[in-house]
């Protein structure tokens, strides 16, 4: 066994020993609801004009609806921020999102003078690529942030693995054929079509036990990410959700060096926000609100998964990536504004001591009792419960 193997089973077995004793879990006693959701910032298909290309280049765009991922306008963005300014809590605080960032884009320009053999990145502070085309999105997410209904967290410097990537940028086949055919049309990679690409931390194509990326490699990537958002933002994320929701115990100790206090985690589970072993709040969505992809999608079935939330006394942490408030080639947006609105609506009218918080709020809380929002200090009652992971996952009701 190498020396890697056996560090990466001493820490599996950690895990697992983790998953089965108990955590030290916060509970409240007024429903609370929290809207998280991913991939701003990223581009995906360059518009119609993407589509075109992509086409005349024999990829059959239409299959799924990840094929129609574009990249947010300044209308979508004050679209979703006039929506959540007609909502309110019991406090009269506004209904906000967490908006999780891609921080970079492939610079397309650079990589096609390079005869796509090496990977260029584009900071989102330096613009968008070659052929992209959205004016006033910055001010739009500025604008946003300081209405206080859009809070940018991390979510990654490209999405996908680099790693993964490189290796077949440096090789021959289909797959560097696919690459290339969608980075001249300004399309860095549709997932399902390639998985392969992986997840910014995670390599798929490496040995079950090696998929996560070293702790040195993550570490610097957490680094650049949190720079190229402080450049943005003029400020630090204090709170990440990985790609594809591919985090281990390296990324959350990376988060913390960089001042990190909230780790968003995917859905699965009824766990109750906690903390680590490096003092990072973990929070659990329970509710995937994602019209634009799920078929299934109802908002009778939303309310329902936020009822078994509130039943158990921990918050209700709403899944919605940023795929649903798209309108540039399928109008995803209208649609999905309209089941948001509806299913804040019913909260408000069935839950009279509703409160909407953002990650940093529900952090505030726990440590200190209190938070504080637009009219001021509010209380809420917090009790410690243990539970474990195990517990956790069987849902009930
Ligand atoms: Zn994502």
Not at 21 to 50: I, T
Not at 200 to 217: G, I, K, M, N, V
Not at 234 to 263: I, M, N
Not at 350 to 378: F, T, V, W
């Amino acid at each position: 066994m190498s020396g890697r193997a056996v560090l990466n089973l001493a820490r599996k077995l950690r895990r697992r020993a983790r998953d089965l004793f108990p955590v030290e879990g916060f509970h409240f006693d007024r429903p609370l609801v929290l809207l998280q959701s991913d991939d701003w910032g990223r581009v995906g298909l360059r518009d119609r004009a993407g589509l075109e290309e992509l086409r005349s280049g024999g990829i059959e765009i239409g299959e799924r609806p990840y094929d129609f991922y574009t990249l947010e306008t300044a209308e979508d963005l004050s679209a979703l921020r006039a929506l959540l300014c007609r909502h309110r809590d019991s406090a009269g605080q506004y209904a906000s999102i967490g908006m999780n960032f891609i921080v970079a884009n492939l610079d397309f320009a650079r990589i096609e003078a390079d005869d796509f053999r090496r990977i260029h990145l584009l900071p989102l502070g330096e613009g968008l690529p070659r052929g992209w085309n959205r004016p006033g999105l910055h001010d739009a997410y500025r604008q946003g942030v300081s209405d206080g209904v859009f809070h940018p967290g991390l979510h990654g410097v490209t999405h996908f693995c680099r790693p993964a990537v490189e290796r077949q940028v440096a090789s021959t086949g289909d797959r560097l054929d696919l690459l290339r055919t969608l980075w001249r049309a300004g399309t860095p990679y549709i997932h399902w079509r390639m998985p392969w690409v992986g997840f910014e931390y995670w390599d798929p194509e490496q040995p079950a036990d090696e998929r996560f990326l070293t702790a040195t490699s993550q570490r610097e990537l957490v680094g650049q990410s949190v720079g190229a958002f402080a450049r943005f933002f003029s400020a630090v994320p204090r709170s990440a959700c990985a790609p594809g929701y591919r985090a281990d115990e390296d990324t959350h100790k990376a988060w913390a060096e960089y001042g990190v206090r909230v780790a968003q985690n995917g859905p699965g589970t009824l766990m109750p926000p906690h903390f680590d072993d490096y003092n990072t709040l973990h929070l659990y969505r329970s509710i995937e609100f994602e019209p634009a992809t799920d078929p299934a999608f109802s908002v009778a079935s939303s309310l329902r998964d936020i009822e078994m939330c509130f039943a158990r006394g921990i918050p209700a942490v709403v899944s919605l990536h940023s795929i649903n408030f798209h309108s540039s080639v399928r109008d995803f947006r209208s649609r999905s504004l309209e089941l948001l609105h509806e299913l804040l609506s019913a909260l408000e009218t069935k839950y009279p001591d509703l409160l909407y918080l953002h990650d940093e709020n529900l952090c505030d809380l726990i440590n200190r009792g209190s938070y504080e929002n637009a009219q001021g200090l509010m209380r809420v009652n917090v009790t410690k419960k243990r539970t474990s992971k195990l517990g956790a996952s069987q849902r009930t009701g």
